[in-house]
């Protein structure tokens, strides 16, 4: 009877928790409910609350659902529900603001002289960006195309193993099997090597077209009397005059027609990229 009495409990608390808060959004000052609503200050229009029709009761259950009710039936009539309790979170105090005093009067920026530049379109025409690309991708390409053999050598492995099963003792089979895990392990360490070391030349490569490039900027803006250089995809309107890319792309293939890239293979060091291996170069090959 107890177990009855708690599972009604607990459908007329969750049918009451699901009503639509409607009524609670009509006037933000206050809600009572079950009450008598105060009437609107002088001035306001008078809140209107729509009432909400009564919830549907539930269908009277079987003795067998209701037996297996879940233990919310039994949770505290007490507690607050999910919202109120987020409401009831009290705010941590914070120390107050501490009043900065004005700095002193520092000299003024000059007027700015914007240019703009289209960093993508000067990558995509540079003759040294071209050449990492070709390169890097046959590196990669070659990675891929060894790893699709040796995962079709693995299959072709397992076939042949298990068309011996047949043939061979528990141990043999563990044996072969062992084997096979081996060599798959082996090969996808290999693998994951020589893709990060691709990954490296090409990080050693492009970082020195980026140093150059950073240095071309600096140098078509200085002789424009540019002192400000915006990205074009950040600019909606401009004019011709302002835009130095085709300058920058053309100092940029003048100064660096192609790049250093490390041998296939090969980590990236100061002797295989021909450095001296030296403390001051050495860092410079890995930007």
């Known amino acids: ?26 006037s933000p000052d206050w809600f009572v409910p079950s009450q008598a609503q105060p ?75 914007i240019g703009v530049l289209g960093v ?8 040294a960006a071209q050449q990492v690309q070709k390169v890097i991708g046959e590196r990669r390409d070659k990675l891929n195309q ?7 050598a693995w299959r072709d492995l397992q076939q042949q193993l298990a068309n011996q099963r047949s043939s061979l003792s528990a141990e ?46 600096r140098q078509v803006a200085e002789s424009r009397g540019m002192n400000l250089v915006l990205h074009r995809a950040q600019v909606a309107l401009n004019i011709n005059e302002f835009d130095i890319t085709d300058q920058v792309t053309q100092q940029l293939n003048k100064v660096l027609p ?6 296939d293979g090969q980590e990236p060091t100061a002797a295989n990229m021909g450095l001296a291996a030296s403390p001051a170069s050495a860092p410079a090959a890995h930007r």
């Open 1 to 26: 009877m107890t177990r009855l009495f708690l599972a009604a409990a607990a459908l007329a608390a969750g049918s009451l928790l699901q009503l639509p808060p409607a009524a609670a959004q009509q």
């Open 39 to 113: 009437r609107a200050a002088p001035g306001r229009p008078e809140p209107r609350v729509v009432p909400h029709p009564a919830p549907r009761q539930a269908p009277r259950a079987a003795p067998a659902p209701v037996e297996a009710a879940s233990p919310p039936a039994a949770a505290s009539p007490d507690a607050a529900p999910p919202d109120e309790q987020a409401q009831q979170t009290p705010n941590l105090p914070l120390p107050p603001v501490p009043d900065l005093p004005a700095l002193p009067k520092g000299a003024a920026p000059p007027a700015a002289v």
């Open 120 to 127: 993508p379109e000067v990558m995509r025409a540079s003759t």
């Open 146 to 152: 060894d790893a699709q053999k040796e995962q079709g």
């Open 172 to 217: 043999q089979i563990r044996g072969k099997e062992r084997d096979l895990q081996e060599r798959i392990t082996n090969a996808q360490r290999s693998f994951r090597d020589r893709n990060r070391i691709i990954q490296d030349a090409a990080q050693v490569a492009l970082g020195q077209i980026e140093r150059e490039l950073i240095a071309v900027i």
């Open 258 to 263: 192609s790049v250093t890239i490390p041998p």
